[in-house]
């Protein structure tokens, strides 16, 4: 079934964005036709115990078994319209992102591999490795990398990509938060990094490097999408980058665009709820683990009207957060 967040993130993002149109009517008429069923259900179970039903008097046993099944027949009603909310949320949204994962995954993965990859590899990596503060330009390197997402995005602009990546010094990271961040760092061993798009991942892959550089007792976990979903990261995109390289990597075994603890299996759960701190990039992550109340670290840029109202920002501004419970 579709937790609360799960449901906000897929369904109330996407429509208020146009990303996707709303609940087909299918899902309603399938929604409808259970609740009709059990209305018609518990009215014929009360009809077979009660034969003389609406004649006769109103005794209180028959007044006691009749708001019984009243209210069955509300319940089923209710869950009728769970059910098809619950049907379209995992069933229905996630297959039409997955309608769009070929040639856009592909464009967007093209970004990663080639646009960014070279600088990342040559220009970037020396920049960052002659400042004062190596980790938090990774940081920083990482935050802007989540622009690249076609399912957030109507395009991906060159010219805003090449903006952003020029001007990544210039984000401006809560120092409460950074201190925080470096301290748990410092004291931690199980780091859980969740990946968020695929043509960002790049970015991350040089974020792990200078997190296991600096704080080498750090065991990074890695966690992608389990399947095919949008344009996110999966198991093969974190294979084609080597990410093998700088930490181990699974995926989550769900296809949402997120991270949903309640979907996750038993083994991976114990490993987030097991973990000293969990990094987590982009919105859909932040909308699924958000009030989990573990130890989590957000970073991803805003681009939708949701996020936009609850950190009052604007229109791709960088966001470095953590869980609320810990601030």
Same mark, same amino acid.
């Given at each position: 079934?579709?937790?609360?967040?799960?449901?906000?993130?897929?369904?109330?993002?996407?429509?208020?964005?146009?990303?996707?149109?709303?609940?087909?009517?299918?899902?309603?008429?399938?929604?409808? =036709?259970? #609740?009709?069923?059990?209305?018609?259900?518990?009215?014929? *179970? @009360? +009809?077979?115990?009660?034969?003389?039903?609406? !004649?006769?008097?109103?005794?209180?046993?028959?007044?006691?078994?009749?708001?019984?099944?009243?209210?069955?027949?509300?319940?089923?009603?209710?869950?009728?319209?769970?059910?098809?909310?619950?049907?379209?949320?995992?069933?229905?949204?996630?297959?039409?992102?997955?309608?769009?994962?070929?040639?856009?995954?592909?464009?967007?993965?093209?970004?990663?591999?080639?646009?960014?990859?070279?600088?990342?590899?040559?220009?970037?990596?020396?920049?960052?490795?002659?400042?004062?503060?190596?980790?938090?330009?990774?940081?920083?390197?990482?935050?802007?990398?989540?622009?690249?997402?076609?399912?957030?995005?109507?395009?991906?602009?060159?010219?805003?990509?090449?903006?952003?990546?020029?001007?990544?010094?210039?984000?401006?990271?809560?120092?409460?938060?950074?201190? =925080?961040? #470096?301290?748990?760092?410092?004291?931690?061993?199980?780091? *859980? @990094? +969740?990946?968020?798009?695929?043509?960002?991942? !790049?970015?991350?892959?040089?974020?792990?490097?200078?997190?296991?550089?600096?704080?080498?007792?750090?065991?990074?976990?890695?966690?992608?999408?389990?399947?095919?979903?949008?344009?996110?990261?999966?198991?093969?995109?974190?294979?084609?980058?080597?990410?093998?390289?700088?930490?181990?990597?699974?995926?989550?075994?769900?296809?949402?665009?997120?991270?949903?603890?309640?979907?996750?299996?038993?083994?991976?759960?114990?490993?987030?709820?097991?973990?000293?701190?969990?990094?987590?990039?982009?919105?859909?992550?932040?909308?699924?683990?958000?009030?989990?109340?573990?130890?989590?670290?957000?970073?991803?840029?805003?681009?939708?009207?949701?996020?936009?109202?609850?950190?009052?920002?604007?229109?791709?501004?960088?966001?470095?957060?953590?869980?609320?419970?810990?601030?």
């Amino acid at each position: 079934m579709a937790n609360k967040a799960l449901f906000w993130y897929n369904y109330k993002r996407f429509v208020d964005e146009g990303t996707i149109k709303p609940l087909s009517p299918k899902t309603f008429a399938l929604s409808g =036709l259970i #609740t009709v069923c059990g209305l018609v259900l518990s009215l014929t *179970i @009360y +009809c077979l115990v009660f034969p003389d039903s609406f !004649v006769g008097e109103n005794t209180p046993i028959k007044l006691f078994f009749c708001t019984l099944f009243y209210m069955l027949g509300t319940l089923a009603m209710i869950g009728g319209v769970y059910f098809g909310i619950s049907l379209a949320v995992t069933r229905f949204i996630p297959d039409k992102l997955c309608n769009i994962s070929g040639q856009c995954k592909s464009a967007v993965m093209a970004y990663g591999t080639s646009s960014i990859a070279y600088s990342v590899n040559k220009e970037f990596e020396e920049e960052i490795n002659q400042s004062e503060n190596p980790l938090k330009l990774a940081i920083q390197l990482a935050i802007v990398g989540n622009y690249i997402d076609c399912i957030a995005m109507p395009t991906i602009d060159d010219k805003v990509l090449n903006r952003l990546l020029m001007q990544y010094r210039e984000i401006k990271l809560d120092d409460k938060i950074y201190k =925080l961040f #470096t301290n748990d760092l410092a004291n931690s061993r199980k780091v *859980i @990094y +969740c990946t968020d798009n695929c043509g960002e991942i !790049v970015l991350d892959k040089l974020l792990i490097k200078y997190l296991t550089l600096y704080y080498p007792q750090l065991e990074i976990q890695v966690i992608v999408r389990g399947e095919e979903i949008g344009n996110d990261a999966s198991i093969e995109d974190a294979e084609n980058i080597s990410m093998q390289e700088v930490a181990a990597f699974e995926g989550n075994g769900t296809t949402i665009a997120g991270t949903s603890l309640h979907l996750l299996s038993d083994e991976l759960k114990k490993k987030f709820y097991k973990a000293d701190m969990i990094i987590s990039k982009g919105q859909g992550n932040y909308e699924t683990l958000s009030g989990s109340g573990l130890n989590i670290y957000y970073l991803f840029l805003c681009k939708c009207n949701h996020l936009q109202k609850i950190f009052l920002a604007k229109f791709l501004d960088p966001i470095f957060s953590m869980e609320c419970e810990r601030r």
